[in-house]
């Protein structure tokens, strides 16, 4: 069965600076997406970038990057100039690729503060 | 807009007392599941549903119950709440190409069993 294991529970960051959010996973297919969602204290859920297995460049979406690397199963998210609404729960989460799409499997999640 | 719909956002009830927790997307997304969020577990799938009629078990189905009849609708059944069942409960959609846009989630219902 596939895993997604965050071992950061909290992280804290000065505004303007940047932080970087682990997370790896476990899985034996070759073909999957991967995604990090933000959890604010509205409690909304709400997708920040994903990632495509079998693509080999990183995903970007303005402040947000992702270092994916397959080989070593790593998906770590950076988060560039930090600002005050970057201050909230991110999950990092797993898809297998086609098939039945039965499962989107989170990891437990980490918990960014941003400090002015 | 496009969105998933979830009622209530608070929930208090009594143990063994039947509530249904009710969920509707609008964007025609043949895909929809349930997933309940507690501290330090993270959101865990109770039920999903691949089409209308079609629904089967996620990684803690005990003690819920879902169905289908609409393409639109997921409702949430417990039966008879427990007090382990004092949750975060989100619902979420997608299409078959899920994977390419991600899921969309609802607001998320707190529930609390006494």
């Known amino acids: 069965a596939q895993t997604v294991t965050q071992s950061q529970p909290e992280m804290s960051v000065q505004e303007a600076e940047t932080v970087t959010l682990s997370c790896t996973y476990d899985t034996s297919e070759s073909d999957y997406y991967l995604f990090w969602y933000k959890q604010p204290p509205s409690r909304q859920m709400i997708l920040v970038i994903r990632?495509?297995?079998?693509?080999?460049q990183n995903a970007t979406e303005n402040r947000f990057s992702v270092n994916f690397q397959k080989a070593a199963k790593s998906f770590s998210l950076k988060i560039s100039d930090s600002q005050l609404g970057d201050a909230a729960m991110y999950f990092c989460a797993y898809l297998n690729y086609g098939g039945s799409q039965g499962n989107l499997i989170f990891g437990k999640g980490t918990k960014l503060s941003v400090k002015p | 807009e496009a969105q998933v719909t979830q009622n209530p956002r608070y929930l208090i009830t009594v143990t063994g007392k039947k509530l249904t927790v009710t969920c509707s997307q609008n964007?025609?997304?043949?895909?929809m599941s349930w997933y309940r969020q507690d501290p330090g577990l993270g959101l865990r799938q109770i039920y999903y549903s691949m089409n209308v009629e079609v629904t089967d078990k996620g990684d803690v189905p005990e003690g819920y119950k879902v169905s289908r009849k609409e393409k639109r609708n997921f409702p949430l059944i417990l039966e008879s709440p427990s007090p382990n069942q004092t949750s975060l409960y989100f619902c979420?959609?997608?299409?078959?190409?899920?994977?390419?846009?991600?899921?969309?989630f609802g607001s998320g219902t707190r529930l609390t069993v006494v």
């Open positions: 979420a959609s997608s299409s078959w190409t899920g994977g390419a846009v991600g899921y969309t």
């Open positions: 964007m025609n997304h043949e895909y």
């Open positions: 990632q495509e297995a079998y693509k080999q």
